[in-house]
């Protein structure tokens, strides 16, 4: 297995651990977990931080969610492919909020200087979280593409003014008043006022 493989295996292999534990685990449940002696993570890692760095850049990039979405078919309904891009995204973001929450929870806050966060940022996917978005983004075009006939506006701007909506309601709704996933698809396609 190369260095890089490696490396790749013990990160898939200690991201639940990160969820669960926050920066509290252990370098004995990361070895148990990865299936390796413990030495064996820090010939991988110089440290415990990189490895989570790395767990980190692992979780914000969008490569799941995008494989996600591009396995929709897109001869389906435009309303259940939203739904299943919509759920896929939530899932992405429920990953991500639940590995920062279990970091900070846990005491491992950084710090650092805004110069050396522009770089782990573009160092976390093909250039940082704009390039991410317009990568979903684009993703999200597709999906409304083969509806484009029927659509009051280009499937660019619907997939702009869905992301916002998606990812805006979660932000903003409480756990009681959060609309599922398939309301905010139906508000999202047929508007707030009854058709008379």
Do not use: Y
Not at 54 to 74: G, K, M, Q, S, Y
Not at 83 to 103: C, F, N, S, T
Not at 105 to 115: F, I, L, M, Q, Y
């Amino acid at each position: 297995m190369s260095a890089e493989d490696r490396r790749a295996m013990i990160v898939h292999a200690v991201l639940p651990l990160l969820i669960e534990h926050g920066a509290n685990v252990t370098s004995s449940q990361i070895a148990r977990a990865a299936g390796i002696g413990e030495g064996t993570i820090f010939r991988a890692f110089k440290d415990k931080d990189e490895l989570f760095d790395a767990c980190t850049a692992e979780a914000l990039r969008p490569d799941h969610v995008l494989d996600a979405i591009a396995e929709i078919p897109v001869d389906q309904p435009l309303a259940d492919r939203l739904v299943e891009a919509a759920e896929a995204l939530g899932a992405h973001l429920e990953r991500m909020g639940a590995l920062m929450g279990a970091l900070h929870a846990s005491g491992r806050v950084k710090h650092r200087d805004p110069e050396q966060r522009l770089k782990d940022q573009k160092s976390t996917w093909k250039g940082g979280r704009r390039e991410s978005m317009a990568a979903i983004r684009a993703a999200m075009v597709e999906l409304f593409t083969p509806e484009k006939d029927r659509l009051r506006l280009p499937p660019e701007q619907l997939a702009a003014l869905f992301l916002t909506l998606l990812f805006g309601g979660r932000r903003l709704a409480s756990d009681v008043d959060a609309p599922t996933t398939r309301q905010v698809v139906d508000f999202f396609l047929h508007g707030a006022v009854e058709a008379e």
